[in-house]
């Protein structure tokens, strides 16, 4: 077999054992889908009426969830990415990564099936969380087209967060760091167009929410998700979804290189 042959039976393997530890210990999963869970009924619950009724041309609770359902899930991804990096520091201190080192396995599959894991879980998540969210009275109004670009465009979130959060995870030192370190990938939506428009925004806010990663990534998928062209922003999203993706990806493979068990 070739090497490519080898790496991809490896990281299979590195998948199954990392699903089999969702499977094994669901409590986490759950709570990664309860959160943005709580969020959506919070803000179309207890601020809807009132910030829906702030939004262009004025609204209501219903017009507010189909503002907030795109940021909700963009939080999900975020929330699932948060986990990877406990995972990696758990594996990184208890010794388990300098086993597989001393293994006839191909180094790469170790981080690929955590990612590759990472991806399934926030596929599951997502499913969830937009379920609950049409529950809830939230309807897209999007074809084909839009469907597949906002699951696109949530793929390349999906990847790119995860590779930063197998960076950090490397980088924390111990599972209790992994689990501040990544906290602020929970706090920029709510600097961002996730709740509100950023022309309601103080100017220098503003200035700071619309020259962030996650408003146009929040703007195209509330696009997509609405039948709308989502214009520049799409190429934004994009964008930063790649500089992300290929930064920590070469991050994590120099921190992967020279972890050790504390």
């Known amino acids: 077999m070739s090497t490519m042959t080898y790496a991809a039976r490896d990281s299979a393997t590195m998948l199954r054992r990392n699903l089999r530890h969702m499977v094994r210990y669901p409590s986490l999963t759950l709570m990664l889908i309860a959160q943005p869970v709580l969020f959506l009924m919070l803000f179309v619950y207890v601020f809807g009426g009132t910030l829906g ?3 262009p041309g004025g609204g209501g609770r219903e017009d507010y969830l189909a503002y907030i359902a795109p940021a909700i899930l963009l939080i999900t991804v975020a929330s699932v990415a948060l986990s990877t990096a406990i995972h990696i520091a758990k594996d990184a201190t208890e010794g ?3 086993r597989f080192r001393t293994m006839p396995i191909a180094k790469s599959s170790v981080l690929t099936g955590h990612v590759l894991a990472a991806l399934v879980q926030t596929a599951v998540a997502v499913a969830v969380v937009l379920a609950v969210a049409v529950l809830l009275g939230y309807r897209p109004d999007t074809g084909v087209a839009g469907w ?3 699951v696109g465009i949530l793929a390349l979130l999906a990847l790119a967060l995860t ?3 197998v960076a950090l ?3 924390a030192g111990s599972v209790e760091t992994a689990s501040n370190t990544p906290m602020f990938l929970m706090l920029l939506p709510f600097i961002s167009s996730a709740f509100v428009p950023t022309d309601s925004m103080p100017a220098g ?3 700071i929410a619309e020259n962030q990663p996650f408003t146009p990534i929040i703007d195209t998928l509330r696009a997509c998700l609405e039948g709308r062209d989502p214009g520049a922003d799409l190429w934004w999203a994009i964008g930063w979804c790649a500089v992300i993706t290929v930064l920590c ?4 493979r120099r921190l992967f290189a020279r972890v050790r068990a504390v």
Not at 249 to 252: E, I, K, M, N, R
């Open 148 to 150: 597949l670009g906002a």
């Open 163 to 165: 590779w930063l959060c």
């Open 249 to 252: 990806f070469g991050w994590a």
């Open 169 to 171: 995870g490397l980088a």
């Open 205 to 207: 806010l503003a200035w």
């Open 96 to 98: 388990i990564i300098d």
């Open 53 to 55: 009724a702030g939004l």
